[in-house]
């Protein structure tokens, strides 16, 4: 006799390829999908973790409701050598994804390494981001040319722009 998985069991991130991972992490349930913050909360620039959190501290918020918060610190952990190093990868800055890391090397799944319930301080700081932003004008011409390049896009080189001598 065969058993068949419910379909509302939740397939491990382990057990998916890098291309389904991806697909999770860049579907419209992700919460950073076409979220408005700025790119560079994604990617705080001091290596203290502390300080690290606060930077990313909008970035963080998102993260800790999002549905594929597991699938996106599985991802960066199989990458660690190329971009999952670096910035905000399932709610956790890169000193904590590496300690993280040992911890997955290890066997550890990634679902227990991803807190299930979030702390009350992480509670604070969604509420506090969520009630800035929906408080927010519409992001300024600015704000939208810092956004990041999609994958695969040729970035202009300095002698293509009409005024380079």
Known sequence: M????????????AELTDRELLAAIASPVARCTGADVDPDDWFPVTSDPKKARVQAAHAIAL????????????????HWHGAGRHGVWGGF?????????????????VAALVPQAIS??????????????????????RRVAHRPTPAGARLPHRADHPGAA
Do not use: N, Y
């Open 93 to 109: 800055v890169e000193a904590e994804r590496s300690v993280l890391r040992g911890e997955w090397l290890d066997g550890a799944a």
């Open 63 to 78: 993260c800790t409701v999002c549905p594929v918060r597991a699938e996106c610190l599985e991802l960066s952990l199989r």
């Open 120 to 141: 009350d301080h992480e509670r604070q700081q969604q509420k506090r981001f969520l009630r800035r932003e929906s408080a927010r004008p519409e992001r300024s011409a």
């Open 2 to 13: 065969t058993t068949t998985p419910a379909p509302h069991t939740r397939i491990e991130p």
